[in-house]
């Protein structure tokens, strides 16, 4: 997950999966190391459809425990 391409394809599945894939969701994107593939997971969770709710829930979680852990000293 240091790739925004990489992230880009597993947030495309994630957006059109209609089965709860929320367990995948977390850890995957839990190890994302670069600025554009944050960027892109921001933009999905804030003006992208997603096929099942949960997953958008998932993702909308990780990213905001990801943002914390990156601004804590």
Same mark, same amino acid.
Do not use: C, H
């Given at each position: #997950?240091? *790739? $925004?391409?990489?992230? =880009?394809?597993?947030?495309? /599945?994630? *957006?059109?999966?209609?089965?709860?894939? !929320?367990?995948?969701?977390?850890? /995957?994107?839990?190890? #994302?190391?670069?600025?554009?593939?944050?960027?892109?997971?921001?933009?999905?969770? $804030?003006? !992208?459809?997603?096929?099942?709710? +949960?997953? $958008?829930?998932?993702? +909308?979680?990780?990213? =905001?425990? /990801?943002?914390?852990?990156?601004? *804590?000293?």
């Amino acid at each position: #997950m240091g *790739q $925004k391409e990489a992230t =880009a394809v597993l947030l495309q /599945w994630v *957006q059109t999966n209609p089965t709860d894939v !929320s367990g995948y969701v977390t850890d /995957w994107f839990t190890l #994302m190391r670069d600025g554009g593939s944050v960027q892109l997971v921001n933009t999905a969770v $804030k003006e !992208s459809n997603f096929s099942n709710q +949960s997953n $958008k829930d998932a993702l +909308s979680a990780t990213l =905001a425990v /990801w943002l914390s852990q990156r601004s *804590q000293p």
